[in-house]
């Protein structure tokens, strides 16, 4: 208990310095970092590319003939539809919560050298479980919002924790065992939705009415009036710390990477390689799980119903980890950026555009990040060439100068 | 005796997909590129093969019947390959072109692909009105157009003609095919023993004057390939109406990749058992005793995952991937 | 006169590092030219460069007179130049015949042909007795047989040119002698030889010229026979270097490790791997396993070190007194024992670690590294600068550069400072000194030396025999799993223990050859 | 301003889509249908949007978009849109609001109210159901099945009603058929898949001669299966629409004219400018708004239009009450059924909440 509470001392402190020197040269300097620059690049082709896409097939929704304006007034939603009005933000922020939290899932994975297809599965059991407290458990307001949430890491962290352990005892591949959880997770879902306790007919969902339980405001809707913003957003960030602390500050996160760069060699150093993947797993589930609690438990409820198919959510998580580059604080932003391309092109339907345009941008944006260091690299070579060539005209005057350099006698 | 065979014709219809994407991912990973790319490609091939049989891509010619009864159903079926065959080879080239020749992490480059196909197949079947009517998100697929009701002669053989030779579609021989070339490809060919050579140990195969990139750029090819048909064989099996998706086919075909433990026969076996299990749970009351035991159709639904999991924890021990999958090639590394 | 090869000029950098400065090389047909040079001083680099894996940034190539240009290993292969590298590049899951034909397979009705390769390839094995099976899998047979399928390699190519790059580093003399047999069979045949070698004594032995590089700077090229080690090595460092290690006569003390019974088999219990082993390791002295590759050290060191759990009922391995035949790798370690791996790239360090995130590899959670479990990393950053210092271990970015981008020597000298910084009384060092330079090599010893003086017990796994002589307090030898022998490195020779290490000599001594066979 | 006469307000009507596609063949398709149909015969511009998630958030963030966006007619199908309509519609007083298959509450179901500018539209599937299970026995169909899509209210209703139907043929006309428990299923989706093919497949060929496919999309794979049955001729009874051009295998189809309902519901607050705002128009044989299809899709063998009207004519003068529940089925059972013993088959019609 008391080390607890060391840890999170701790753990304060360091975020408190991490905000207090917070000088903008810092900011400048993360701007400035190469891998940053490119993500900014790529996230630009991205939507310019969505843009060119969109002109090929601006209607005017009426007319129906083809328009530029049409195209204009497309991108002018793709690109600010987010932020129209502060109602608009709230609700992106509301919405990327979940979104940040299965990035951080799949990205925490990545970080420890495994790869999480399984978020989905972890998500689904997450929501079941969080909702399945919401409705059975007698609990005062707030007090039973956490536990609710608790049991929806519960049970990611427990649908993590099974294709771990078997990686770590029986060397079965993880990428497997999350794709074949995933498929597990759906029909034991939907099995549990209609069960009489918590099933309501009339939704044919899970009953989601549980006032004690929903996802406290704490007035963020003062912020953004109208929007349905609650909490959920602040837990994901604080989380997001939290789990870039476990990373980079604590000896878990050193020995995680450490097996995930090199089972061998972390083995030698006396790492315990089975506890760390299994533990690894079951966090990335935890996440899961908290993502599907705060999706499931806002007050203007998601609706968990017997729908035999797979939540989509654990691939747009894998997305966002990538477009972070799997850096947790990265993962903030780019599951905020997701949300946010999501509305806006959710809007642009209102001047004919398929929303489908949204994984269009993304996927751009993406495969960017994945050549943008090559392409970098290119460009540098470029200017290395320049810088060759004036240096060796140099050179080569010195060897007319002296010919035949060479130490040492040679035998004839 | 009836629901057996129609049992077993099903376990064929759902394997031969499955075998195919597997064992084009396998020329991949045994290249040494990882591709999971292979949903994204299979619903690219299936696409584009749709629009082709449905005469989208031809001028004069505007609907798959018309098609069909200009040149016969087979024929159309086998140009719709081909045309898929295309479209996966030219996907998976930008894979290649990412992790190969740009040294990209793969799994972000086929992660971007899986995003961005299904989302094209659908924003231009609406935005372009492919389907019947404007607005809609699907492709009519006139399936009935291009079974083989039964194959002369073949079809007599007891119990195998009704297996094999009656109401077939042309891609379940392409299937065949396509195992056993990708067998004799694998094991007995020049370019099999140094496809393996690159997914193993490049550098060796780089000292011995191999040249990696191009080994591994026709082995990404030859997956889009293979998902590309294999996309267009399952589609056109299974529905009379596409909407730019697999079913999860694509990532399940992985599965038994990894199953079959990256080689040939052992991913047609794992295939073949995966396919027949799931069969079994989807079509219980193919068998009158279990049916009515009347199990709860979730914990059927579950089951085949379950064994397969179990079946793998079994086998797993001494699982491996090709050495080098996944790793990027610098000539400078040591 | 006509040079079979001319290097001429050769330059090559990477990055800021000039790797080969300008450098000249000439061999005549027939010849058997030596390279000598430290850990990165440009060896390998130059004979990339002939080989075709890197392109040089400036010089001309001649063979046999004539201007050509290498781009790829195909285009050496045509020229007839082959090379045996430092490390290997076989495919581990192929047979040797496999291996042997990649890159220039036969065909017959456009299927993969193995069966004509295969009658040439036994006609070279037999004319050079080569002794190697060409159905077994590379990943099963020893590492010298592996490079004899890398020197078949070559001949299979109908090599003129053979470049052998520190081809000696894992060979027994017996082999090495074998292996130069070969090479001058060779040049008999008017073969050129590139060879690269640390060991100054093997080319007195082989070589008719030498060309020294040193600091990717072309030094000099010597006529061998009138050439003295010590002014190879001179020319080589840069300053004097003593060879013979001096030391104290040790005192040992009471045992530290003791190994009783030691039994163990192979995956499939087909193979007997170890047998029942006895021996202990005391305080102040030095321990020399010798033997050939692959006669069960590997095995013996994962045992001790706990890589691989001990399975054979009675087996006993004990630490300061301590039973540890259970215990976990970390609790080898709190036992005070220390261990220098022999895989420098797989296990002893964490390559995409930086240098300081590896000096705390097995020690980041003691209380000097972390307080509840947040990483300290003032004290990480701090000690890792007073290895560096203390050690001095090279390398671009300091404690901040990534253990992958130094040279193996540095990487050695980084592990070397990490394993005997730590808290311990007993250290396993297996084959600390391969693939180093003479300097490296001369200060691993003083280090192992100091280490004894400081009483702390040392065992200490090598194939190279100068090196047993050279730091040894006793001697034991194994073959086979079994110890063959004890000696007292003062009252044996090399030649004797060549016999015991190929087998064909057996001590009637301890070493529980009584009980052995069960 | 409006109360000028309501030709001169300028229309704009917005169909947001419920989850699934807007060709599931079924809720979605057919609305749209009726909205596009009404909105070019009067050409007044109309748009149907595709929320991103199918949460009441996301709905009434939809609502608000389409509305700021110049909407001032929005259509909506299906019950999740309940809590979201209840709010809006006060929120949004001069927008019309047509809400089907469902009426606006409060999530806990506290109060049910419907303000005067929202109409619901509720069908009585269940009748169409009905139909569909009486022909099929009338037609000497003895193996019956149904397989529902997601197991939302409507479907439930196809089915049980489907159940009565048959049960109640089988009595009055005393053939004995067979229909068991675990011939009757929810798919879980409603989209073609290989597992439902596989499903149907087993089904028919271990007997069962004719599924009544509720199932939107997923019906497709219904009929794939039928048609790969060589053993017998399988039949499929389709839903919604009439699917006879669909598949050979089609004998029939369950309609509810969704689309007219619609297009009629648009006319009266367009056109005449008055709307049933503030009722629930409850669509079933007495307005003609379910059946089954008459002429070239009329397949059956035995079983006549002439019988077919009869039947039809007793449900509209309400002389049949068909059960919508699962508790009504079983004593619609029990009184007009000879009480067959098909307790369980009762209880796989509908999961019910304590
Ligand atoms: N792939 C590479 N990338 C970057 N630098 C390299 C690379 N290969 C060689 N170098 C640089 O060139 C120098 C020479 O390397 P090389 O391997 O030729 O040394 P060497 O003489 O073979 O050493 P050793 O005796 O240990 O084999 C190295 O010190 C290193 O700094
Ligand atoms: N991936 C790499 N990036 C940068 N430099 C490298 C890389 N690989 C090797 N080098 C450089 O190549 C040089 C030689 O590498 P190598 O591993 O051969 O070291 P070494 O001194 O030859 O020791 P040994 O060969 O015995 O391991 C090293 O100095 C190292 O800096
Ligand atoms: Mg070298
Ligand atoms: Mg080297």
Redesign the interface.
Known sequence: MEKIKQFFSKLWVSIKDFFVNFNYKKVLKIFTNTKVLNSFAAIFVGLLIGFIVMIFVAKNPFTGEWSFNTALDGLERLFGGGSRSLKNFGDVLFKAAPLILVGLSVGFAFKTGLFNIGASGQFMVGGVAALYAANLLTLPTGLHFVVAALAGIAAGAIWGFVPGILKAIYNVNEVITTIMMNYIAMYLTVMMVTYPKVYDGGLTAINTNFPTAHTPVLGLDKLFPGSNIDISIIIAILVAVLIWFVLEKTTLGYQLKAVGHSKDASKYAGINYKKSVAVSMMIAGGLAGLAAALYYLPIKPAYFRPIEVISPIGFEGISIALIGQSHPLAIIFSGTLISYIKEGASQMQLFGFNKEITNIVISVIIYMIAISSYLGMVINKRKERKRELAKEEETDEENKEEPQVKGGEING | MASFYDYFSLVLFFAIPLIMTALGALFSERSGVVNIAMEGIMIVGAFVGILFINGKLIPGIDSAVEFTEAIGGVPVYLLGMIIAIIAGILVSYLHALASIKMNADQIISATAINTLTPALALFLTMSLALGESAGTDKLPVARSLYLIDEVPLLSKIPFFGELFFQNVYPGFYVGIIAIILTYIVIYKTKFGLRLRACGENPHAADAAGINIYKIRYLGVLISGAMAGASGFIFVIGFTIEFNASVVGYGFLAIAVMIFGNWQPLKIVGAAFLFAGLLTLSDGISFFPALDNLDIPEGIISMLPYLITIVVLVLTSKNSRAPKAAGQIFDKGER | MDYAIEMLNITKSFGPLVANDNIDLKVKHGEIHAILGENGAGKSTLMSILFGLYKADKGTIKINGETVNIDSPNDANDLNIGMVHQHFKLVEVFTVLENIVLGLEDKKKGYLDLETPREKIQKLIDRYNLKVDLNALIKDISVGAQQRVEILKMLYRDAETLIFDEPTAVLTPQEIDGLFEIIREFAKEGKSIIIITHKLNEIKAIADNCTILRKGKHVGTVDVKDTSVNRLAKLMVGRDVDFSVEKALSKPKDSVLSVKNLNYYNKDKTKKLLNNINFDVREGEIVCIAGIEGNGQTELVNLITGLDPVTEEGSLISLNKEDITKASIRERFEAGMSHIPEDRHKHGLILDYNLAENFISNTYYKPKFQEHHILNFENIYHYAEELIEKYDVRSSLGSKSKARSMSGGNQQKAIIARETSRKHNFLVAAQPTRGLDVGAIEYVHKTLVEERDRGNAILVISLELDEVMNIADRILVIYEGQIMAELDPKKTNVEEIGLYMSGSKKQKVNGGSKDGEN | NGDSGAEEKDWNIVMITD?G???DKSFNQGTWEGVQQFAEDNDI?A?Y?????????EY???I???VE?GANVVVTPG??FE?AIYNKQFEYPDVRFILIDGEPHT???STYETADNTTNILFQEEQAGFLAGYAAVADGFTKLGFMGG????AVQRFGIGYVAGAFYAANELDFSITFP??RY?????F?????????A??????GTQIIFAAAG?AG??V??AA?????FDAKVIGVDVDQAA??ETVISSAMKRLAVAVQQELTAIIIDGEGNGGTTLVKGADEDAIGLPLGDSFKWDTFTEAEYETVYALIEDGSIVVPATEDELETFLEAHAGNPDVADLVEAT?????
């Open positions: 989850v596609t807007i060709t511009p748009m949007f595709r929320p991103n998630d199918g949460t009441q958030a009434e963030a939809a608000d978009l389409v966006n019950f999740l809590t999530p806990d179901y997601m197991e939302v209210p428990a675990n299923t929810y798919l879980g989706d989209d073609a898949s290989p597992a439902h093919i596989t499903a497949t087993g089904w028919y060929s271990s999309g497709q794979s009929m794939a048609e790969a049955e060589t053993g669909d598949s509908m999961s019910e909440a304590e």
